[in-house]
């Protein structure tokens, strides 16, 4: 049974407080974008998982879709399966690529094996698995706080834009991330201005790790200001680093980015 899980940009992404236990408190748009990793699951003697594709570092076994398995396993009576993951989505990316194909795993294990799983119980598990993943189970549009880990509904609809998105060849790793980032609450908050039209988002949508990644990153800084030059209505760095995402309001060909970095268009 195959799966084709989607990555997601970050439409805004505040981090407005440090939580005791370590963990950061935040809002953010989730906005599900058409990159796609595809997942498979096999009946087999002993599970396991096979990564093809990007390379990712580390143990196969130690993916979240084996992890995913594990989870659901322990609560429903599930033959062994062989995990095939193809690996698309970039990573280290702020795509939430791994999330996605986690949260598909535990949807595909639902549908295949008729467990009668609600959307909450879905939700459940792939919480236990990272602060975004609950957001693939349904995978539609949110507004994503707390821990990213909690929704609510949000009516934005970008299809009649022209959307690219830029990876650049550099891994931001997203503990180092938060580690640099300054909590502060929003003069505004993003799930009232989200709602305002994309050409008035500039410099009022915003993303809270951008100042301490550019600083590291100077060509993650300059992938914007390129968009920008090209015309983009609204550009902006997704999750952590280090994609940017841009969308115009007409069809764009970018060469001059496409020389040195990995660049998709239509997303």
């Known amino acids: 049974m195959l799966s084709f899980p989607n990555a997601k940009i970050n439409l805004g992404l505040n981090i ?3 939580r005791a236990d370590g963990y950061h408190n935040l809002e953010t748009v989730f906005y599900p ?4 990793d595809s997942v498979e699951i096999t009946d087999v003697e ?4 096979k990564i093809h594709g990007i390379d990712i570092p580390g ?12 989870l659901v396993k322990k609560d429903y009576d599930i033959p062994a399966q062989q995990i095939n993951l193809l690996k698309n989505i970039p990573v280290g990316a702020g795509l939430g690529g791994g999330s996605a194909d986690c949260a598909f795993l535990i949807k595909l294990l639902n549908d295949k094996f008729s467990l009668g799983m609600s959307v909450d119980k879905m939700e459940d598990y792939a919480r ?3 602060a975004d993943c609950a957001f693939f189970i349904e995978n539609k549009p949110v507004y994503a706080f707390n821990k990213g880990d909690e929704f609510e509904k949000c009516e934005i609809d970008l299809s ?3 959307k690219v998105l830029v990876k650049p060849p550099v891994h931001v790793s997203t503990a180092d991330a938060y580690a640099q980032v300054k909590p502060q609450k929003p003069l505004q908050s993003l799930k009232e201005i989200i709602h305002l039209c ?3 988002w500039k410099n009022k949508v915003i993303n809270d790790f951008e100042l301490s990644v ?5 060509q993650i800084r300059q992938i914007k200001t390129s968009l920008y030059d090209a015309g983009a209505t609204f550009a902006l760095m997704s999750g952590s680093g280090s994609s940017v995402f841009a969308i115009f309001d007409h069809p764009v060909k970018l060469p001059e980015l496409e020389e040195n970095n990995l660049v998709f268009y239509n997303i």
């Not at 974008?33 to 796609?36: G, P």
């Not at 143990?59 to 995913?68: H, S």
Request: hydrophobic share 30%; charged share 25%; proline share 5%.
């Open 16 to 18: 407005t407080e440090k």
């Open 59 to 70: 143990d196969a076994n130690d993916n979240l879709c084996f992890k995913a398995y594990q």
């Open 46 to 49: 002993e599970t396991s998982c």
């Open 160 to 162: 009649a834009w022209f």
């Open 128 to 130: 236990k698995l990272g």
């Open 33 to 36: 974008i058409n990159i796609k």
């Open 198 to 200: 994309p050409t008035t």
């Open 214 to 218: 550019f600083a590291k990153y100077p």
